[in-house]
């Protein structure tokens, strides 16, 4: 059977930060590694003025052995590389982008001749909570004149929920207290991936023999409740301020009132997502909140089915007033004088 080439995936916002990566992963090999830098060209930029992340970041010295604009481009080079002799290893830096999870769907189709083996998510851990709740925004087109609109916080956390690996840049230039507050919150986002600074970080020992799991992130959310659940009544040394607050109740949500109340969160809550039911309209809202950006997406679902807790929402924040934030929603309860609520 003819071995497949090892593929492994980098995202991240600073191309500085991933460029030394990968310098260090060519010094370190003796193999012939295939560099290749996915710059799409369907997406625009938009600076807001006041914003204090500069996009500057967005440039650096190239390392790559080549660039591609296309996807189309880049799956017929994957081909090529796959089939040649010459490269042992492939390393995929992908440019900012928003859909990542259709992106990895698009990279496995089929049968094809790389083995997708990580993806390794880079963080400047100067600029994390700049980038983190900048307001400058990301279009994504999927032709000439519609686009999809994302903050940076929200593409960072599409990456970042994604990774089986995080790697942490520059986190000399931190205070340890700082430092810990920041490891904290990417261990409440994302549990399941393994964090590393990078003087820690061992490409050889990362490299999966397993293929990476392009469905993990749908399984994350649930993961979440089960850990924070279980974590509940137990009083965890080292958390750096870092809170974690589960929201649930068997009695629907008024939405409208939900909607009313995003703006009265208290500006602790840095993440927050959750799925609530709307039994008039029949529709199970999934709800996505990073820095001041609000997502929902909405399904139809059986009313047939039974669904059980049908309001829940994970927190994640610095030293969360829960009390303030159950009583918020318990407000929102259809029916507030009838109904049973619970909080984890």
Sequence with gaps: MEKKKSLTVITGFSLKEKCEL???????????????????????????????????????????????????????????????????????????????????????IGSQKWFLTSHIHVIDSRKFWISYFSEHEILIYTDSTLATSYTLGETLINQLELADSIVLMNS???????????????????????????????WQMNNRKTAFDTKAASSLYTHQIELFSSRNKLKV?????????????????????????????????????????????????????????????????DTSTSLGIITEFLFIGSELDQSAIQTLLDRCLCNPNNYSSLSV
């Design 22 to 108: 990968i310098k260090k992963v060519k010094g370190r090999k003796y193999e012939n590694v295939k560099v290749i830098l996915f710059r799409p060209m369907n997406i625009e930029f938009l600076k807001k003025a006041d914003d204090p992340f500069t996009l500057t970041q967005f440039i650096s010295e190239a390392v790559h052995d080549i660039e591609i604009n296309t996807f189309f481009n880049l799956l017929e080079t994957l081909k090529k590389e796959a089939q040649n002799n010459n490269t042992t290893e492939i390393i995929l830096d992908v440019y900012p982008i928003s859909d990542i999870h259709t992106f990895f769907e698009s990279l496995t």
């Design 172 to 202: 000399e230039q931190l205070s340890h207290e700082r430092m810990g507050e920041l490891m904290m919150f990417i261990r409440s986002l994302q549990p399941k991936a393994l964090i590393y600074l990078v003087e820690e970080f061992n």
């Design 237 to 301: 040394i080292g958390q750096h301020g870092i809170d974690t607050f589960i929201y649930q109740s068997f009695t629907p949500i008024d939405f409208t009132r939900l909607e009313s109340s995003f703006s009265q969160f208290p500006n602790e809550i840095f993440r927050m997502k959750g799925r609530c039911y709307n039994p008039i309209a029949q529709e199970l809202y999934f709800i996505s909140q990073v820095g001041s950006s609000i997502q929902v997406d909405t399904t139809e679902i």
